[in-house]
């Protein structure tokens, strides 16, 4: 907290905190359940689309030799297509957490040299930018 925040805290009745935190929870909950309905709804829609559109006639025979993936036969005889699977699935994981983290990492040491400039400049300007 800045110093300057402490002086112009205002204390609000525990009555009234505990009211207020009732109806953002309800309403926090309410548009969430909405929001979680509406996107497996659609993403339901979008699967089968693609099941009907590109799948529907689709026969094993159809596929041509070429087309077909020789990740099986390179497979050694200790693993499984299951564990090569895994493994590249958790390979692909942990270089998306890597970036993700990188980049994360970055933007905070942006914003941060950004808002330390600003509060040197105008402190005021620094918190409202940053509570916003």
């Keep these: 907290m800045f110093k300057e925040d402490a002086e112009h805290k205002v204390k609000i009745p525990k ?3 505990a009211h207020l935190m009732a109806k953002f929870q309800k309403l926090y909950a309410e548009s969430h359940k909405d929001q979680e309905e509406s996107k497996s709804g659609k ?3 979008m699967v089968q689309a693609i099941e009907e559109e590109c799948f529907s006639d689709l026969q094993p025979e ?3 030799d070429d087309c077909v993936s020789d990740l099986g036969e390179n497979i050694g005889d200790n693993q499984t297509l299951e564990e090569t699977a895994g493994k590249v699935q958790h ?3 942990t270089s998306a957490a890597a970036e993700m983290s ?3 990492e ?3 040491e942006l ?3 950004e808002f330390i400039k600003l509060y ?3 402190p005021n300007a620094a918190k409202a930018l940053y509570y916003m």
């Design 15 to 17: 009555d009234a905190k």
């Design 111 to 113: 914003f941060m040299k």
């Design 120 to 122: 040197a400049q105008n």
């Design 102 to 104: 990188k980049h994360a």
């Design 91 to 93: 390979d692909s994981i």
């Design 106 to 108: 970055e933007s905070n």
């Design 43 to 45: 993403i339901y829609e």
């Design 62 to 64: 159809d596929i041509p």
